[in-house]
């Protein structure tokens, strides 16, 4: 799940559960004595039951912090988990030595299990399921009591219709992605067909940037499968502001005037206006602006220093300048791939991120092997790793 669509769905799961959990128990112990069974008393089951509201309602201002963080995704699992927890200790503390009063459960306990195809989530189905099985297990060794048969049997039976449910909608979220995808991928292969018809370096140049990008990506290890998909075809369209240079210029055998490189250099502003409400590659227009920033704050469009280029800017500098080092120009041979190899470590502090060189010491291996393996002449397509 994306992360904006992951936000708004954990908001209203957490919205409805708190309204839930609340709602049902004031109607059930004060409500409903009152109005509805008038020979009980209204009024909790004991004083631990105020646990469950305190320990949950305390979890609001952590799950704000992880959502201003981009954490949300783990909002989910704490809230459960710790209303599995609390539920768990509240019915032992009340009934323990009186299991003949034991009982237990809330309607929101019905609402978790069913919106459990709403997040997508595998992982997160079976920790909600088997947490509330073992829950009521445990209750019931425990307490010594056989009443917790006909909740694990509830919840055996609305999980299954959750998890057939589940599997619905991720099969048409699938088939939905896959034709994004397709759709996108030919809007990328368009637009750098059309930027090869000025520059024929482009097309093989934007691939292979890409494919280094991907490759020092994964080995940093901080990107889900949808940022590094966005971030490769961000790569492929890096220089997508050279449409705006004029051949001349562009296509120029000998070294540019200062005039001409100050044209050259407006290629990522015009890159990044471009592309930037593009679905898909939006998230990623950084790299489109700022591959040529250094780290040394010396690079442009905006002289950013240090941490403030963006990491994937960054990255992709690395695989944008070791690629322009090993193959030919219009005005040059490329130069051997130990050159090149050379050349980044030598740039570590002054044109690229330091931690990241090192990172490329130990991804150069596999760089080595694409370039040795990568059919020069052959047509562009996608490098299929990012779908897998």
């Known amino acids: 799940m994306l992360p904006q669509e992951e936000k708004q769905t954990?908001?209203?799961?957490l919205i409805i559960s708190y309204l839930i959990l609340i709602g049902y128990d004031f109607f059930y112990y004060y409500l409903a004595p009152i109005f509805?069974?008038?020979?009980?008393?209204?009024?909790?089951?004991?004083?631990?039951?105020?646990?469950?509201?305190?320990?949950?309602?305390?979890?609001?201002?952590?799950?704000?912090?992880?959502?201003?963080?981009?954490?949300?995704?783990?909002?989910?699992?704490?809230?459960?988990?710790?209303?599995?927890?609390?539920a768990f200790?509240?019915?032992?503390?009340?009934?323990?030595?009186?299991?003949?009063?034991?009982?237990?459960?809330?309607?929101?306990?019905?609402?978790?299990?069913?919106?459990?195809?709403?997040?997508?989530?595998?992982?997160?189905?079976?920790?909600v399921t088997l947490g509330?099985?073992?829950?009521?297990?445990?209750?019931?060794?425990?307490?010594?009591?056989?009443?917790?048969?006909?909740?694990?049997?509830?919840?055996?039976?609305?999980?299954?219709?959750?998890?057939?449910?589940?599997?619905?909608?991720?099969?048409?979220?699938?088939?939905?992605?896959?034709?994004?995808?397709?759709?996108?991928?030919?809007?990328?292969?368009?637009?750098?067909?059309?930027?090869?018809?000025?520059?024929?370096?482009?097309?093989?140049?934007?691939?292979?940037?890409?494919?280094?990008?991907?490759?020092?990506?994964?080995?940093?290890?901080?990107?889900?499968?949808?940022?590094?998909?966005?971030?490769?075809?961000?790569?492929?369209?890096?220089?997508i502001g050279k449409v705006n240079i004029p051949d001349s210029i562009l296509m120029k055998p000998d070294r540019l005037t200062k005039e001409e490189f100050e044209i050259i250099k407006s290629h990522p502003e015009v890159g990044a206006e471009a592309v930037k409400d593009v679905e898909g590659i939006k998230d990623s227009i950084c790299v489109i602006r700022s591959h040529h920033e250094r780290w040394d704050g010396t690079g442009y469009p905006d002289q950013l220093k240090g941490e403030q280029i963006p990491l994937l800017a960054r990255v992709s500098a690395i695989a944008d300048a070791f690629d322009a080092m090993t193959s030919s120009r219009s005005y040059r041979e490329a130069m051997p791939v130990e050159e090149a190899y050379r050349s980044i470590i030598e740039g570590k502090?002054?044109?690229?991120?330091?931690?990241?060189?090192?990172?490329?010491?130990?991804?150069?291996?596999?760089?080595?092997?694409?370039?040795?393996?990568?059919p020069w002449t052959k047509k562009w397509e996608m490098l299929k790793e990012v779908g897998s």
Not at 10 to 13: L, S, T
Not at 47 to 62: A, D, E, K, Q, R
Not at 95 to 122: M, Q, R, T, W
Request: charge should be neutral; charged fraction near 20%.
């Open 10 to 13: 954990v908001k209203w799961f």
């Open 36 to 86: 509805i069974v008038e020979d009980r008393n209204s009024g909790l089951p004991s004083v631990y039951w105020y646990l469950n509201y305190i320990v949950l309602l305390g979890l609001i201002p952590t799950s704000f912090y992880l959502s201003k963080i981009n954490k949300q995704y783990w909002i989910k699992y704490l809230f459960i988990i710790s209303y599995l927890v609390t």
């Open 89 to 127: 200790l509240v019915d032992l503390l009340t009934y323990i030595g009186k299991p003949e009063e034991y009982f237990s459960g809330n309607i929101i306990e019905v609402f978790l299990i069913l919106s459990l195809p709403l997040f997508l989530n595998n992982r997160f189905f079976w920790v």
């Open 132 to 239: 509330f099985t073992a829950k009521y297990l445990l209750t019931g060794l425990i307490l010594n009591t056989s009443y917790v048969i006909m909740p694990i049997l509830l919840i055996a039976i609305l999980s299954v219709m959750s998890f057939f449910l589940l599997v619905r909608f991720q099969g048409y979220v699938r088939a939905i992605s896959t034709a994004y995808d397709d759709q996108l991928e030919g809007i990328v292969k368009g637009v750098i067909a059309t930027l090869e018809l000025k520059d024929p370096y482009t097309r093989g140049h934007s691939e292979r940037v890409a494919s280094y990008s991907l490759l020092l990506a994964k080995e940093i290890g901080r990107f889900s499968k949808e940022e590094q998909k966005s971030f490769y075809y961000a790569c492929l369209l890096h220089d």
């Open 349 to 374: 502090g002054s044109q690229f991120d330091p931690e990241l060189v090192e990172q490329f010491i130990k991804v150069y291996p596999s760089w080595v092997k694409f370039h040795e393996k990568y």
